[in-house]
């Protein structure tokens, strides 16, 4: 067993934790920001750092304009409402996030039908799957209008070649595209492209700055002006017209600055974690793209693995598979340690 000491390096919580990269805490220099931030009312637009932040992403993303959002899953339903309207359908993967994980909101408050298809393993939709479940104009049928992908999808990062044709498909067949890029910056990282050309076959991106950027809370809609402008409504709807919210914006402006380049540490530690767990006997692990890494463990121990993880300070997911999310509040002592406590559990 090794003798790290678990979460020492920060905070002195007992914990190396890889449920999410959604856990970090904000660092002393982002709290430092937030304590200093100007703020203003934002639904009066009077926020300094909400709106210098909204025009920073927009031109980042290489779009007129950006919103500032609670978090994805608003900023995705505002997307969807801002795209689609009664009685619409949008496309969108089986397992996409803005389809399974949301709650159901853009069918709840938007009456949007969501055309579900199958992700293929790289999270792509097959376009000949996209072509077919286009509706014809006819009574009988929603009317499909938007298309929606995820990049990166469980970690992988979609090829540029991809995006591309599906969004040609998309628009050549009248449909908006919408990008649900949580994880963004790490599909540019890992890919050495930018965000804009990440960015650029869409009409509307949603990011998070709560994710790998590790930012406490917030996420960002982007697009057109027309569009932006629509999402603003349906933000207000939401009930997510936010007054000082500068104290958020400053946050994710720091992570923007700060917290972008280093996420290719947090790949690197990945890939560290896959492959001393690949070594394990009864161990299969799909090689990371970026920074979360899937592990199957035979024998359906999965559970078990979990427990006995947790009893040495190392939180996971998952059932048969499991999950593991690298990020800001991990170290290599941290990855170390998860790979050793695997170990033992295995030999036991
Ligand atoms: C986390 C995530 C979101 C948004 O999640 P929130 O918790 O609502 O901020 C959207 N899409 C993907 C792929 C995500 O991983």
Known sequence: MSDYAPGSSRGG??????????????????????????????????????????QRVAALLGKEAALFMSSGTQSNLCAVLAHCGRGDEYIVGQLAHTYRYEGGGAAVLGSVQPQPLVNEPDGT??????AAAIKPDDA??????????????????????????????????????????ARLFNAAVASNRTVAELARDFDSVSICFSKGLGAPIGSMFIGSRELVARAHRMRKMVGG????????????????THHVERLATDHRLAK??????????????????????FVQISGGRGPALLDHLRARGV???????LRFVTHMDVDAGGIAHAIAATAEFLKA
């Not at 959604?22 to 709106?51: L, Q, S």
């Not at 017209?241 to 923007?256: E, F, N, S």
């Open 125 to 130: 939709l097959k376009l000949d799957d996209i």
């Open 315 to 321: 939180l996971a997911t998952g059932l048969t598979g």
């Open 241 to 256: 017209g936010l007054r000082q919210v500068g104290l958020l914006a400053a946050a994710a402006d720091h992570a923007l």
């Open 140 to 181: 009988h049928f929603a009317r499909t209008r938007l298309l929606a992908l995820e990049n990166t999808w469980n970690g992988q990062v979609l090829s540029a070649a991809y995006t591309a044709q599906a969004c040609e498909l998309a628009h050549a067949r009248g449909l908006a595209t919408h990008l649900d890029g």
């Open 272 to 293: 560290q974690l896959a492959d001393g767990l690949a070594a394990l006997p009864g161990i299969t692990v799909t090689p990371p793209q970026t920074n979360i890494v």
């Open 13 to 54: 919580e007992a914990i190396v934790d890889l449920r999410s990269d959604t856990v970090t805490k904000p660092t002393p220099a982002m709290r430092a920001a937030i304590a200093a931030a100007p703020v203003g009312d934002d639904v009066f637009g009077d926020d300094p750092i909400v709106n210098a932040l909204q």
